[in-house]
């Protein structure tokens, strides 16, 4: 199973991870707060849980920032009309990722 991991100190974060579980009816996502977070076989800097989203998939591979974004948003149907958008070539990684930064840099943490 997919593992999403997310700082649970943050109300944004936790409004995000809200409505992506409301949304993942084939539930393909485990969402694990950061705090609770802890695997010996996957070297992870857990700094990271404080400044992104982390998706551990079930092959292993490691996301985080707009591919961990993309990555989950793929995966839940609600989401399929607009999914070709997160696939330009070049264009949706640049501009993904910027916007993505803009936001999480943005958002207010406190619980």
Do not use: H
């Not at 109300?11 to 993942?24: A, G, R, S, T």
């Not at 857990?46 to 490691?62: M, P």
């Amino acid at each position: 199973m997919n593992k999403v991991i997310f700082d649970n100190t943050c109300n944004f974060c936790l409004d995000i991870k809200f409505v992506f579980q409301k949304l993942d009816i084939f539930k393909f996502f485990n969402w694990i707060e950061a705090s609770d977070y802890s695997n010996s076989n996957i070297e992870i800097n857990k700094n990271l849980f404080n400044e992104t989203i982390v998706v551990l998939n079930d092959k292993g591979k490691i996301f985080t920032e707009f591919r961990a974004c993309r990555y989950i948003i793929t995966r839940i149907p609600f989401f399929l009309p607009v999914v070709i958008f997160f696939y330009i070539p070049f264009l949706s990684n640049y501009l993904g990722s910027k916007v993505y930064r803009i936001i999480s840099k943005r958002r207010k943490c406190y619980v």
